[in-house]
Structure formats: C-alpha cells, structure tokens
C-alpha cells in the first residue's frame, strides 16, 4: 500500500536550516508528483512546494521561494525540503503528499518549530 513517512523536523532558531524527508513506498514514484504541504495551528492546510516529473519541474509558494528547495532521489524514492533562512511564520506540521491514480495520500507529518 502507499506509504508515505516525513522526518526532520524540530526546533530551530529564527535564520536557521532545517531538512526534511519523505520516505516513500507503495507506487511507481519516479512518475509521481509529491508535494510538501504545511498547517499552521489554526489554519488551513496549505501547498509550499511541489515537483512533478517527467522532468522533476518545481513551485514554491511565493511565501517560502528563495528559501526553501525541494528535490527528489527518484532511486531512494525520497523526496526532501530543504528548509533556509527560517522565520517563526514557518512554523508548522509538514506534509509530503502524493498524487497516485488520481488520489491524494500524506504521511503523519513533521512538526516544525521556529523560535528564539
């Protein structure tokens, strides 16, 4: 079945770095689109990068380009965000998402901590 496992994330300065990961397994990863999502306390779950193949093409939400990069091992089917410049707004649960048939899967998510 699809699986999907995020880790990396913690507590971290204001200006720090973070790397996420997203374990994946179940479907033919190297053709799907995987996506980060995140969900502030209160608010509504929100897309902040995407990468879509063939060609590993990416978006970022205009609030996190230039900070933030996602990529992928399509041989370790892993998916990454790295994380740059973090600033309390980006804290958070973070999401990978998968698009498989037509259907969207998450993991359990990672929580992520901006704070001095």
């Known amino acids: 079945q699809v699986q999907l496992v995020e880790s990396g994330g913690g507590l971290v300065q204001p200006g720090g770095s973070l790397r996420l990961s997203c374990a994946t397994s179940g479907f033919t990863f190297s053709s799907t689109p995987i996506t980060w999502h995140r969900q502030a306390p209160g608010k509504e779950r929100e897309s902040v990068a995407s990468?879509?193949?063939?060609?590993?093409?990416?978006n970022y939400a205009d609030s996190v380009k230039g900070r933030f990069t996602i990529s992928r091992d399509n041989a370790k089917n892993m998916v990454y965000l790295q994380m740059n410049n973090l600033k309390p707004e980006d804290t958070a649960v973070y999401y990978c998402?998968?698009?498989?048939?037509?259907?969207?899967?998450w993991g359990q998510g990672t929580q992520v901590t901006v704070s001095s």
């Open positions: 990468s879509t193949p063939p060609w590993g093409s990416t």
């Open positions: 998402n998968a698009a498989v048939r037509g259907l969207g899967y």
